[in-house]
C-alpha cells in the first residue's frame, strides 16, 4: 500500500490500516493530539480532537519532512 491508495481508504479502512502499524510518536496542538505511525512504507498521522478523543482526520505521507515535529520525541533504536 502507498500514502496515495491509504488517503482514498474510507475512514473505516484507515483506522484498520493504522492497527496493522507501528506507533512512533505524539505530538499536542491547540485543538488536536496527533499520533504517529509508520505504515508500510509511508508514514500516517492520525488527528484526534482534544475534547472528544475521537478521530477527526489522517494525513499520510511519504517524505521525512513532514517527521520533523516529532524528532524530539521519538526514541530510535540503534
Same mark, same amino acid.
Given at each position: 500500500?502507498?500514502? &496515495?491508495?491509504?488517503?482514498?481508504?474510507?475512514?473505516? =479502512?484507515?483506522? =484498520?490500516?493504522?492497527?496493522?502499524?507501528?506507533?512512533?510518536?505524539? !505530538?499536542?496542538? &491547540?485543538?488536536?493530539?496527533?499520533?504517529?505511525? $509508520? +505504515?508500510? $512504507? @509511508?508514514?500516517?498521522?492520525?488527528?484526534? &480532537? &482534544? !475534547? $472528544?478523543?475521537?478521530?477527526?482526520? @489522517? !494525513?499520510?505521507? =511519504?517524505?521525512?519532512?513532514?517527521? +520533523?515535529?516529532?524528532?524530539?520525541?521519538?526514541?530510535?533504536?540503534?
Amino acid at each position: 500500500m502507498t500514502s &496515495d491508495e491509504f488517503n482514498i481508504l474510507s475512514y473505516t =479502512e484507515k483506522t =484498520e490500516a493504522v492497527l496493522k502499524g507501528t506507533f512512533l510518536a505524539v !505530538r499536542l496542538t &491547540d485543538k488536536h493530539y496527533i499520533k504517529l505511525y $509508520n +505504515l508500510y $512504507n @509511508f508514514y500516517t498521522e492520525v488527528y484526534f &480532537d &482534544d !475534547r $472528544n478523543h475521537l478521530i477527526t482526520h @489522517f !494525513r499520510a505521507f =511519504e517524505h521525512t519532512m513532514f517527521v +520533523l515535529p516529532y524528532l524530539d520525541e521519538l526514541k530510535i533504536a540503534v
